[in-house]
């Protein structure tokens, strides 16, 4: 018997469990055999308020103060580090990226428009017919994704939180005023369920007898090409049209063909001729001259059909939560939403750094679905 069951072991049921975890006992249940073997473990997130929705921005807002000073003994190094992100415009793009600019001040996050002089001074393989100004976010940073997801992990297990993977939930059936959660040959009594299952996320819900909320998995190519020395101080480039992005990591560079493909909630795989077109836009707008990759992989990234975030309880099948359409704020974003969501299960007060930051639940319901 435990209190709460979280089915998923990515960022959000991480998060889920270790926020759950001072309310009562928590068991998490993933069916892989390493935690974030999926979209977390794919992700080279990066903390950026100006980017998705008005709740996505409240909890990155809210996120802040976790990602750069968690608790003690979470992390091994320090999450965030400095990096900076330049949205580049071709002349066609250029009110479009100003726009984005028009949003970030909104949210505060000091943004300033640079020339394409200044664009090429930050960036030099920028080519000069090709950009013709950009919009700098200073107030962006690289995640360290494997230590915020292990800090969750710890800080779970460190309030007495159950962790088990290759425990796929075969069955998820009402058992009175709670639930009974199959997993193998095992039977686990809950209070309440928590899904938390990313791309899997209408599935399990149809095992729970839970209608599904449509739920749209759509795959992202990524891959890395050799970099040098001099790129590591370059902040993340993406193009206006958002039909690529890249960025340095380490000795290479980070690409991404930043596309959104429909795709079905598996083992994704990446497609060579979205490498090749997202090398192709690169070449074109830059002096790099990539002939090579080093290594590629997909990821899924899930949304909502309003893309807007999931969180709160099924408002026809008591104690079953949400926790699902992420997007690409998942990890971002994972202290807050975290929080939040436990704070809806144990029925208390919405946290407060995020009535700071602005957020309004109503919109997460998944009662809008209905």
């Excluded at 089915?7 to 249940?29: N, R, Y």
Aim: proline letters at 5%.
């Amino acid at each position: 018997m435990t209190d709460f069951v979280v089915i998923g072991g990515g960022i959000a049921g991480v998060a889920a469990a270790a926020h759950l975890a001072p309310h009562g006992s928590v068991t998490l249940v993933e069916a892989e055999t390493a935690l974030a073997y999926h979209t977390t473990g794919r992700s080279a997130a990066l903390f950026l308020v100006n980017y998705g929705s008005a709740a996505s921005r409240a909890f990155a807002t809210a996120s802040r103060l976790f990602l750069e000073y968690p608790d003690d003994g979470l992390v091994d190094a320090p999450l965030l580090t400095e990096r900076g992100l330049m949205w580049i415009a071709n002349e066609a793009q250029v009110a479009t990226v100003k726009e984005i600019g028009r949003q970030g001040q909104q949210s505060d996050t000091g943004n300033r428009w640079l020339t394409a002089a200044e664009a090429l001074e930050l960036v030099p393989v920028l080519r000069r017919d090709v950009v013709a100004g950009a919009l700098y976010e200073p107030e962006a940073f690289d995640i360290d994704v494997a230590g915020l997801h292990q800090a969750f992990v710890r800080l779970a297990r460190r309030r007495d939180a159950t962790i088990r993977t290759e425990a796929r939930a075969t069955a998820i059936e009402r058992d009175g005023n709670g639930w009974a959660v199959t997993v193998g040959g095992e039977t686990i009594s809950c209070g309440s369920v928590i899904n938390a299952a990313g791309a899997w996320g209408d599935s399990v819900a149809t095992l729970a007898g839970v209608k599904p909320i449509g739920l749209r998995p759509m795959r992202r190519t990524a891959f890395m090409v050799p970099g040098d020395p001099q790129y590591s101080d370059w902040p993340m480039v993406v193009e206006g049209g958002d039909r690529f992005y890249f960025k340095p990591d380490g000795g290479q560079l980070f690409c991404s063909l930043s596309e959104e493909n429909a795709d079905q909630p598996s083992d994704v795989r990446p497609r060579m001729e979205d490498v090749a077109l997202a090398i192709e836009r690169i070449n074109e707008t830059t002096t790099l001259g990539i002939r090579s990759v080093n290594s590629q992989w997909a990821g899924l990234r899930t949304f909502a059909p309003d893309r807007e975030l999931v969180i709160g309880e099924d408002p026809e099948v008591p104690g079953f939560y949400w926790l699902v359409g992420q997007g690409g704020s998942g990890v971002m974003t994972a202290p807050a939403y975290g929080a939040l969501l436990a704070s809806q299960v144990a029925g208390t007060d919405m946290p407060i750094e995020l009535a700071t930051a602005g957020l309004d639940p109503t919109g997460l319901d998944p009662g809008r679905f209905q």
